[in-house]
């Protein structure tokens, strides 16, 4: 069984920066898709950004665009997600999710989060105004 373990989450003031890492436990495991969600209290978890990772064709959620950049670094098996310039309306449990399969290739698919095979236990981040 696959387990991603998430860390990075903190505190931090409006404007500020933090980068999560998701590290794999199995260091064969190479999956296609490897992405970030995030769910802020009394609402729904959501994408925020996915990486292809074949191709390495990084794809983001409108609000997050231009501010938080998705990398992979596959000698370590890890996925990072830097967030610069966070606003308030970022804070939320932050999760890691890993998809066997390449939908996350195609827009309509990319975040549904019944198609992602392993999750994070989840990192928080909170942005304080």
């Known amino acids: 069984q696959v387990q991603l373990v998430e860390s990075g989450g903190g505190s931090v003031q409006a404007g500020g920066s933090l980068r999560l890492s998701c590290a794999a436990s199995?260091?064969?495991?190479?999956?296609?898709?490897m992405g970030w969600f995030r769910q802020a209290p009394g609402k729904e978890r959501e994408g925020v950004a996915v990486?292809?990772?074949?191709?390495?064709?990084?794809y983001y959620a409108d609000s997050v665009k231009g501010r938080f950049t998705i990398s992979q670094d596959n000698a370590k098996n890890t996925v990072y997600l830097q967030m610069n310039s966070l606003k308030p309306e970022d804070t939320a449990m932050y999760y890691c999710?890993?998809?066997?399969?390449?939908?996350?290739?195609?827009?309509?698919?990319?975040?549904?989060?019944?198609?992602?095979?392993?999750w994070g236990q989840g990192t928080q981040v909170t942005v304080s105004s």
């Open positions: 199995e260091y064969t495991y190479s999956p296609d898709c």
């Open positions: 999710a890993a998809q066997n399969g390449a939908l996350c290739d195609y827009a309509s698919l990319r975040f549904r989060l019944d198609l992602y095979n392993y």
């Open positions: 990486i292809y990772t074949p191709a390495g064709r990084l």
